[in-house]
């Protein structure tokens, strides 16, 4: 069981945050919130439940990792404009072939997939494991995240939606990105 570390009086707080009942989540927000690695959608909300976007978890994992953005190379992605905020957070981790798009493109204002946030996370992270086993039935064993999603699970990072169904394309959602990056760095 994870308590809640007392919060210093100059830090990030959200009000959404704060009625959180998941003591771990609220943790994992606050840690990055204070490192400022991630921010607030506004009205003094982070916006927990909300779907996060694969631009929004480029920024936060090449941030976590401390990335260098100045000196990349532009993986040229059709929909990735140097113009950008994220092109410098989606090269670096392209670069480093954490994430690729598909037909040319990244997608970056789609909702990520928690197959996809398996993937990033256990590339990003260095986060594997000798078996391809877990309880999940939704994730076939010729799904390209099973690796992933297995490495995942077998390190304690991510848990399914149920105790059988990991949710590999339903959207993840900011508390849940919180949750597995800081357990992946950690």
């Given at each position: ?60 994992i090449a941030e976590?990792?401390?990335l260098d953005t ?117």
């Open positions: 069981i994870v308590s809640p570390m007392p919060t210093p009086a100059s830090a990030v707080t959200f009000k959404d945050v704060e009625t959180v009942k998941d003591a771990e989540m609220k943790n994992a927000i606050y840690n990055l919130a204070n490192r400022g690695i991630v921010t607030g959608i506004g009205n003094s909300n982070y916006g927990t439940s909300n779907s996060i976007t694969r631009a929004a978890a480029a920024k936060i976590m990792l401390k100045k000196n990349v190379v532009n993986p040229n992605f059709k929909d990735v404009p140097t113009s950008q905020w994220y092109y410098p957070y989606v090269a670096a981790l392209a670069n480093l072939n954490i994430i690729n798009g598909y037909d040319g493109k990244f997608n970056p204002n789609g909702n990520i997939k928690r197959g996809d946030m398996a993937k990033i996370i256990s590339e990003a992270f260095s986060i594997t494991s000798s078996s391809t086993s877990h309880p999940f039935t939704d994730v076939k064993s010729s799904h390209y995240a099973n690796k992933y999603i297995a490495a995942l699970y077998a390190n304690n990072i991510a848990k399914g939606v149920t105790a059988t169904a990991f949710g590999v394309d339903s959207p993840v959602t900011r508390g849940q990105l919180a949750i597995f990056a800081v357990r992946a760095e950690n």
